[in-house]
């Protein structure tokens, strides 16, 4: 088995969303299944790409010029579906990235045990939501996408503390405080495979962003560092804008992030 760092490294320089899915999941079950046998794998050390290879669609836009579509017409939910995959297969590079870029870092193997299994869950919903598109006659790509989405990655890419802070204590978080109401428009819309995927990723979401809380209080405690005080210093130099309301306050204290985190540095701006 190769080094998990090289092996986040394949990941992320493979450019097709289903080949990248699967080869994600191959590799997170190799990981997975040595240490279920009780192995400690090597985790080696790699030189991941600044930007994870992509496929030739969809055209990346700047948020400002992603076309809105109302949610309630069919065309509106598949444009919710297919933002939605567009930040499922950006999360699969984020999970793989964090484990490739901060290698080096001396971390539990349980640091890199979560970062799998998420990689690997954010495979499932990528594949769950293309899935989804295919049944409504569409499909990943055909529409355009959010360019920005990798910014966080690209400017914490020195600094593990903040990229747990931004990517998934903000980031994911905000999938936590977002997904119940797609949840509804499905419903409403009596789009039964839609709801069933929505729901395995929101149950899933918030172990990642758990992950994130887990292993940023980890760092802080090793620094002997107020917590909140560099969450707050953190995102204020990495996350550009203010947190939005409302939060999903009982999801996001099920991961470990609570009130005093979140709301200060979305009522300061």
């Given at each position: 088995?190769?080094?998990?760092?090289?092996?986040?490294?394949a990941?992320l320089?493979?450019?097709?969303g289903?080949?990248?899915?699967a080869?994600?999941?191959?590799?997170?079950?190799?990981w997975?299944?040595?240490?279920a046998?009780?192995e400690?794998?090597d985790?080696?050390?790699a030189?991941p790409p600044?930007q994870?290879?992509?496929?030739?669609r969809p055209?990346?836009l700047?948020?400002?010029?992603v076309?809105?579509?109302k949610p309630?017409?069919?065309?509106?939910?598949?444009?919710?579906?297919?933002?939605?995959?567009h930040?499922e297969?950006?999360?699969?590079?984020l999970?793989w990235?964090?484990?490739a870029r901060?290698?080096?870092?001396?971390m539990?193997?349980?640091f890199?045990?979560d970062?799998?299994?998420?990689?690997?869950?954010?495979s499932k919903?990528f594949n769950?939501m293309?899935d989804?598109?295919?049944?409504?006659g569409?499909h990943?790509?055909?529409?355009p996408?959010?360019a920005?989405m990798?910014r966080?990655?690209?400017d914490t890419?020195d600094d593990l503390?903040g990229?747990l802070?931004?990517?998934p204590m903000?980031?994911?978080?905000r999938?936590l405080?977002?997904?119940?109401?797609?949840?509804?428009?499905?419903k409403?819309?009596k789009?039964?495979?839609?709801?069933a995927?929505l729901?395995t990723i929101?149950?899933?979401?918030?172990?990642?962003?758990a992950?994130?809380s887990?292993?940023f209080?980890?760092?802080?405690g090793r620094e002997?560092?107020?917590?909140k005080?560099?969450?707050?210093?953190l995102?204020?130099?990495?996350?550009?804008?203010?947190l939005?309301p409302?939060?999903?306050?009982?999801k996001?204290a099920?991961?470990?992030i609570p009130?005093?985190f979140y709301w200060p540095?979305a009522?300061?701006?």
């Amino acid at each position: 088995m190769m080094p998990l760092a090289q092996m986040a490294d394949a990941v992320l320089r493979c450019g097709d969303g289903r080949e990248k899915t699967a080869l994600s999941r191959r590799l997170a079950a190799q990981w997975q299944a040595a240490r279920a046998a009780g192995e400690t794998p090597d985790v080696g050390t790699a030189s991941p790409p600044m930007q994870p290879a992509r496929p030739a669609r969809p055209e990346l836009l700047a948020p400002r010029d992603v076309p809105h579509r109302k949610p309630g017409s069919p065309e509106g939910r598949i444009a919710l579906l297919h933002a939605v995959a567009h930040i499922e297969l950006n999360a699969v590079d984020l999970h793989w990235d964090i484990i490739a870029r901060f290698s080096h870092v001396p971390m539990p193997m349980g640091f890199f045990d979560d970062w799998v299994k998420a990689a690997d869950e954010e495979s499932k919903h990528f594949n769950l939501m293309a899935d989804c598109l295919e049944e409504l006659g569409s499909h990943y790509g055909a529409l355009p996408a959010h360019a920005g989405m990798w910014r966080a990655a690209e400017d914490t890419a020195d600094d593990l503390m903040g990229r747990l802070a931004v990517v998934p204590m903000v980031l994911e978080a905000r999938g936590l405080d977002v997904t119940p109401n797609m949840i509804r428009i499905f419903k409403q819309a009596k789009d039964d495979s839609a709801v069933a995927a929505l729901e395995t990723i929101y149950a899933e979401e918030v172990a990642h962003v758990a992950y994130g809380s887990k292993w940023f209080h980890f760092l802080c405690g090793r620094e002997n560092a107020d917590p909140k005080e560099v969450f707050h210093t953190l995102v204020q130099k990495y996350f550009h804008g203010a947190l939005k309301p409302p939060f999903n306050e009982e999801k996001r204290a099920e991961a470990g992030i609570p009130p005093d985190f979140y709301w200060p540095l979305a009522v300061s701006t």
